[in-house]
């Protein structure tokens, strides 16, 4: 089985697209990090900076599915391009609030719940984008460097840097995160090509049935509903996980501030190594045995924070995690858009991003109550015995024919990418 052509070039298209995701990713990473700076700055109140986190995952909960309708209705281009401009304009907004000393915290939030409102439909039009200017024997890779950029820019460049900015000007990170919207606008405006799939505004039906059109679609196709809800179900475990390791980190491994930012250090380098060589490892161990395997070090990973003292090996736990989270992105991605009618491709992603924005919703608040009512090491055992029981359940589920198949030659009659260039 191939599943991507090493040699191969991607071309001006994807670069482009390649180039707004990227710079997408820094901006909002310095506003991720200089929002909570900020609110901190003004108050000490747990609710209210709590508040935010709420602000952040509520907009994906409210608009992945019907924001998923509107990108399979209209231009996907123009809508991402749409999206940035919004996001430009009232980013500016409170840049200059804060310059004038005028902003506040609910301007704040107000900001940050239209930007992510943005970025969750305009992540899945980026996602259904993609296979119309990348060939299917390159999706792998493509996936790869959109998830690469996004690592390197989001999660190692963006942290330190909007840290100083805000220490510069609290406004900085923000104004800065316009520009890069702006940018991307920019960017994405110049991608050649028709990506409209969705029938004419008189055949158009309610948004609720086009919603349940892509549910019925993806609950009848066993692969990608199973790691549709596995992400979903994985979520849960994971942020449950996450949400308390500062207080393993602490408390059992014995690790200060320093420490404690050294192992989303390794979690984000395995992460970045994954993206880099994503489409190489799939190709040489299939797609089958990536996700396999990655299910396997899940499973390994939940053990090493339940059972190890050792900074090192929850360090290298991490490590490998960052790995597996990259190349079953990159299984996943592509294996959707390899199988996804262009027509559905938005409500088949956004179903996608409401089951996993759900997943770390619940994970955020039962990570906490787990470890508070039966001690730090319960969410990780949870998340083991998880792990152990989606291998049994699954494992058949991703066989060598199944996912060989996924990968072969569409059908004459299947339906292509709607792309044109102009």
């Known amino acids: 089985m191939t599943t991507g052509t090493t040699g191969d070039r991607l071309d001006g298209r994807f670069a482009r697209l390649w180039a707004a995701s990227t710079m997408s990713a820094l901006g909002s990473g310095m506003a991720t990090v200089a929002a909570p700076l900020y609110v901190a700055s003004r108050t000490d109140d747990p609710l209210v900076v709590a508040a935010g986190a709420a602000v952040g995952w509520l907009p994906w909960l409210l608009f992945a599915l ?16 749409v999206i940035d401009w919004v996001r430009v304009v009232v980013l ?6 804060m310059f004038a000393d005028r902003a506040g915290i609910v301007l704040l939030y107000a900001v940050l719940f239209v930007v992510n409102a943005g970025e969750v439909v305009f992540r899945t039009a980026a996602q259904a984008v993609v296979p119309a200017v990348v060939p299917r024997s390159r999706l792998e890779r493509a996936n790869g460097w ?7 820019m989001q999660n190692m460049v963006a942290g330190p840097l909007g840290g100083l900015l805000f220490v510069l000007a609290a406004a900085i990170p923000f104004a800065v995160n316009a520009g890069t919207y702006a940018l991307s606008a920019v960017l994405v405006g110049l991608v050649a090509g028709s990506f409209r799939t969705g029938p004419d505004r008189g055949a158009r039906r309610s948004v609720r049935a086009e919603v349940a059109d ?11 509903r199973t790691m549709t809800l596995l992400i979903g179900l994985l979520n849960v475990t994971l942020t449950a996980a996450l949400a308390v390791l500062v207080l393993l980190a602490t408390d059992r491994l014995g690790l200060g501030s320093v420490g404690y930012g050294a192992l989303f250090t390794c979690l984000a380098v395995g992460g970045l190594l994954g993206a880099a060589a994503g489409d190489r490892l799939v190709a040489a161990i299939t797609a089958t045995w990536t996700v396999r395997v990655g299910l396997l070090i899940e499973a390994g990973l939940h053990l090493a924070l339940a059972a190890s003292r050792s900074a090192v090996v929850v360090g290298v736990a991490l490590f ?26 938005g409500r088949v992603g956004s179903t996608n991003l409401f089951l996993a924005a ?17 001690g730090i090491t319960a969410p990780y055992w949870v998340g083991f015995v998880v792990a152990v029981a989606v291998i049994v359940a699954t494992w058949r589920v991703f066989d060598r024919a199944t996912v060989a198949a996924a990968y072969a030659d569409p059908a004459p009659d299947a339906p292509e990418p709607a792309a044109t260039a102009r």
Not at 66 to 81: E, N
Not at 146 to 152: C, N, S, Y
Not at 358 to 374: D, E, H, Q, T
Request: proline letters at 4%; a positive charge; one cysteine or more.
């Open 320 to 345: 490998a995690f960052g790995v597996h989270s990259s190349l079953w992105n990159i299984v996943a991605n592509s294996l959707r858009q390899r199988l996804t009618p262009p027509a559905l491709l």
């Open 66 to 81: 019907p924001g998923g309708v509107l990108v399979d209705r209209v231009d996907r281009r123009r809508l991402m391009v």
């Open 214 to 224: 892509g549910f019925r679609w993806l609950l009848g196709h066993r692969l990608l």
């Open 92 to 97: 500016a907004v409170l840049a200059a609030a």
């Open 358 to 374: 759900g997943g770390n919703c619940v994970g955020a608040l039962l990570g906490g109550v787990v470890a508070g009512r039966f």
């Open 146 to 152: 959109l998830g690469g950029g996004t690592q390197v």
